[in-house]
């Protein structure tokens, strides 16, 4: 099937997803566990999307293979290997404290064959851990690789729920993190307070950008808000915008406030300019 060959979203340890092909035709299905290519030697993870809507989500550059289905021994293989992630996480934490290296241990990630270990943490600044890793890999005598990842990486490793009750987004279906902006609060017309907008990570919910093109296409109907606006010979300013129902609320400087259509605004004078 070469390039043809239907691709599979695969989900590992920490909810680290990559996009690979199955160019042996193996019928696999959502949930199923299988060994797929890595850097060097092999890994494992589970199909968590299959078809057509990979193609969606796929990045460019060349995309690895997957190489069969998980066995029996493969999943033996695998339980072993979390159990060992645990030990080592304690093993590296003391180590991180022996070394006095100022850096935060997130998780710990073992290669499906043992060729290689992935230590994750954070740190305020750059860390010097060349002897940290020279002291992993001669007890475990394999490949040790220790990354430094961001606050985001860091709640998306974790995993937790949202302020929705739902499964966070970055841990959920996310493959990588786009810019978030005040502004897309603002379009939305959400109070900006950063107890409200912000997800466990601290930083800005990753779902302000959902719809912010929608809001963006919707108020171009509108004057804009918070501009002094002359009605019918009453001055006053457009406060709200109702998405649902389409109209957008009016405060009047005399007092009182009343709900109008956008075409009825229109007829309204902004800052001296009919629109």
């Not at 060097?40 to 550059?61: E, I, T, W, Y």
């Not at 060729?115 to 002897?131: C, L, M, P, W």
Request: aromatic share 8%.
């Amino acid at each position: 099937m070469g390039k043809n060959a239907r691709l599979v979203e695969v989900i590992f340890k920490g909810e680290r997803r990559v996009i690979y092909r199955d160019r042996n035709e193996l019928e696999i299905a959502e949930g199923d566990f299988v060994i797929v290519e890595a850097e060097r030697g092999n890994d494992m993870g589970k199909a968590s999307l299959v078809g057509s809507l990979v193609r969606l989500k796929r990045g460019k550059g060349e995309t690895r293979s997957i190489i069969r289905k998980a066995n029996d021994h493969d999943i033996e293989v695998y339980t072993k290997n979390r159990e060992k992630e645990k030990s080592a996480h304690k093993v590296c934490k003391e180590k991180i404290r022996e070394f006095n290296l100022d850096m935060k241990l997130i998780d710990v990630e073992m290669q499906h064959d043992g060729s290689k270990i992935t230590f994750y943490f954070t740190a305020a600044q750059r860390v010097d851990f060349r002897e940290l890793v020279k002291d992993l890999a001669s007890i475990y005598r394999t490949r040790i690789e220790l990354r430094q990842i961001g606050v985001r990486d860091e709640a998306k490793r974790i995993s937790g729920c949202g302020v929705c009750g739902r499964k966070q987004c970055c841990s959920a279906f996310l493959t990588e993190f786009e810019q978030i902006t005040t502004q897309m609060a603002k379009n939305q017309q959400l109070a900006l307070n950063p107890s409200k907008l912000s997800g466990n990570c601290g930083r800005l919910l990753c779902c302000l950008r959902y719809e912010d093109d929608t809001y963006i296409e919707f108020c171009k109907d509108y004057p804009p808000v918070g501009v002094p606006i002359t009605l019918d010979g009453k001055r006053g300013m457009l406060t709200f915008i109702s998405l649902f129902n389409n109209k957008g609320l009016f405060h009047f400087d005399e007092g009182g406030q009343e709900w109008f259509t956008p075409e009825e605004l229109k007829k309204g004078i902004v800052e001296n300019v009919v629109v």
